[in-house]
């Protein structure tokens, strides 16, 4: 007997049924009728939901919330009370912080609060735009060397090559070759980022590529790009996502070194390492200069390590905890 | 085993080839036209064109590449643009002091580092284990300029314990010299200390679960012993691995770390060469520091054989 049976036979419309659905038998004499499932199987309110997510994640919330606030702060900076980070004061320098003057003023009397709200902006910018393009040009630097095995050799020796330098010097190496300025500090950090997310990826698609599944789609015929776009990318999204969020934390920190050494943003705008690099000259006296940015610096770095953190946990069950 | 070391010698020749043709790359793409400096404002283009061809500047990437390589490999690095002195010369005059802050800093950050990471990996998920991974998680976060000067303000300024800044040389006594490099070091070990401890936990979670472990304590063994001799020696190889790719951040580090406490050091003289914009002593730098970072994991990877005999090669 080969009767097929609908699961919910009043929920599935069949051509040619009437719009009621199917006329209900009469049940047969001698039975008990069953109750009718429910149209919809309740799903339980969590009425603690977003509670139990903190409690599982606290460092992605946590981390998530303080981003949050630096991200406003970054976006609404003309309307917080400051006044503009570049004008110049002589007459008002080195004041200590006051009810005016929040966290004082620099030695051109510029007020120090309105440059490290302002500077919220570079570094955030700087932040996230060297995590995206790195983990872009990475991802195809990666998928190639992973994929076609005769330019795997070539690309990896110069990824070493590029890997013995340490980050930080790549990033000055190349800023002595231009200008500073925004964009050059991020096209420096992201060059310098790509050869450890072209690594990982690398790592990803070759472990990948000898999953039976992988050689299933390959003996069936599945042509290379769909291979690359269903099997291989959708696994290298979890590493590159956590990998990604440490970029932006150490991209935020090179970015503030490279400023600070006089190498990255120029002094014209306002940014957490400028911002201390112009009062690393006067550090012994007046330390609150160099002491509201650098709070603020390291208060982002560790909120964007917290989320980094927190989707490691959550993204790779594996590591969690471990490491 | 012969074959490995020669395979793995041989094998950083061509990593230092690119590192080479990056630094070479830098000075060939520098902007300014080294022909139009020497020849002065009153030349002529054809005045130019002759100091060019003379220097040598007008012949191909590759050969004036392999020309330069050939400088290199006899310990020719080139002149200063800004004091005419050889680069080789400039950069002897500083390897002291940052030879002697990464040499503290390596001591002090793997003997505070590792006792962090096994003690957190015995009492994990305690107290102490969470203080750890939060002092690790901080030290990552806190960039190393912000802890020089928190520290320096509190521990020189405030207090008066240690020198404020400057470096003496280990010649005039071993206090003076050690004691301008405790509060450097305690700033530039930092994100090291952070880095180890974390692998240390990790590698030692793993060992302790072992059964040789439960062996060990089942015999009675002093909790000490297990965890310092059977345990920490076999998480020793991936602890050593990670002290020797922390060396980068080590040498980013040191570039700030003697901006901050005025350390006449290597870093010192590469922030220097950036704002003067002498390519010939930024080439030398990156070229000896990535020389340094590869020899460094070299002899890392050949000790590892000495570490965990299981490892043939």
């Known amino acids: 007997m080969t009767a097929t049976v609908a699961p919910f036979p009043d929920r599935v419309p069949q051509a040619g049924a009437p719009p009621g659905g199917l006329p209900k038998a009469p049940p047969p004499p001698g039975l008990a009728v069953a ?46 009370g400051t006044v503009d980070p570049t004008a110049l004061a002589p007459a008002k320098r080195t004041r200590m912080p006051s009810a005016q003057y929040w966290f004082g003023t620099d030695m051109l009397g510029r007020d120090v609060y309105s440059r490290v709200v302002y500077g919220a902006r570079v570094s955030l910018l700087v932040g996230f735009a060297v995590a995206f393009l790195a983990s872009v040009a990475g991802l195809a630097v990666g998928l190639v ?3 076609v095995r005769w330019l795997d050799g070539v690309v990896m020796r110069v990824v070493d090559g590029m890997m013995s330098i340490p980050p930080i010097l790549l990033a000055i190496a190349l800023m002595a070759l231009t200008r500073g300025s925004v964009q050059n500090v991020i096209i420096a950090i992201t060059i310098a980022e790509i050869p450890r997310v072209a690594r990982l990826v690398r790592g990803v698609v070759l472990s990948l590529r000898e999953q039976p599944y992988v050689e ?56 957490w390492g ?15 200069i160099i002491l509201f940015p650098a709070i603020f610096l390291s208060m982002t770095v560790l909120a964007v390590n917290l989320v980094g953190d927190g989707l490691r946990d959550a993204l790779d069950p594996r590591m969690a905890k471990d490491v | 085993m012969l074959g490995y070391i ?107 580092a590792v006792p962090l990471g096994v003690v957190a990996a015995w009492k994990a998920g305690s107290l102490i284990d969470r203080l750890v991974m ?38 005039q006594g071993l206090w003076p010299w050690l004691s301008h490099l405790i509060l450097p070091a305690v700033t530039l070990g930092l994100v090291y200390i952070a880095l180890i401890a974390r692998v240390t936990r990790a590698t030692m979670l793993d060992v302790l679960s072992q059964d040789y472990v439960r062996t060990a304590r089942a015999k009675g063994l002093a909790q000490g012993p297990v965890l310092f001799v059977h345990a920490l020696k076999n998480a020793a190889v991936p602890i050593v691995t990670v002290i020797g790719i922390g060396i980068a951040l080590l040498i980013g580090g040191a570039v700030v770390t003697e901006t901050v406490f005025a350390i006449p050091g290597l870093g010192r003289l590469t922030v220097d060469a950036i704002l003067r914009r002498d390519y010939p002593i930024i080439q030398g730098i990156v070229l000896l520091f990535s020389f340094v970072y590869v020899l460094v994991n070299l002899a890392i990877d050949l000790f590892y054989t000495l570490l965990d005999p299981r490892i043939r090669y």
């Open chain 1, 35 to 80: 109750a009718p499932l429910p149209d919809v199987i309740p799903v339980r309110k969590h009425r603690g939901k977003v509670w139990t997510y903190v409690r599982r994640n606290p460092t992605i919330v946590v981390g998530g919330v303080m981003l949050l606030i630096v991200f406003l702060m970054a976006l609404l900076a003309p309307w917080l």
């Open chain 2, 134 to 171: 939060g002092l690790a998680v901080t030290g990552f976060s806190v960039p190393v300029f912000v802890v020089g000067y928190i520290l320096a303000y509190v521990f020189a300024l405030q207090l008066g314990w240690l020198p404020v800044q400057g470096y003496t040389p280990i010649e």
């Open chain 1, 145 to 147: 060397s992973g994929m």
């Open chain 1, 274 to 288: 400028n911002i201390m690099a112009e009062g690393r000259a006067l550090w012994q006296v007046k330390f609150y």
């Open chain 1, 216 to 271: 299933a789609a390959v003996t069936t015929g599945t042509r290379m790009p769909a291979i690359i776009w269903r099997h291989i990318l959708p696994n290298t999204l979890a590493p590159m996502t956590v990998q990604a969020t440490y970029i932006c934390a150490s991209a935020m920190i090179t970015e503030a070194i490279l400023s600070f050494i006089g190498a990255g943003v120029p002094p014209s705008t306002p940014s």
């Open chain 2, 6 to 112: 020669g395979r793995r010698i041989l094998a950083t020749i061509p990593v230092m080839a690119v590192v080479g043709l990056f630094v070479f790359s830098l000075l060939y793409f520098a902007p300014g036209d080294p022909a139009a400096i020497i020849a002065g404002d009153q030349a002529s283009p054809e005045d130019i064109i002759r100091i060019r061809a003379t220097l040598g500047l007008d012949r191909p990437f590759l050969v004036r590449f392999g020309e330069w390589s050939w400088h290199i490999l006899h310990g020719d690095l080139g002149t200063s643009i800004f004091t005419n002195l050889p680069v080789t010369t400039m950069i002897g005059q500083r390897v002291q002091p940052t030879v002697s802050l990464m040499l503290v800093t390596l001591v002090f950050a793997i003997a505070v």
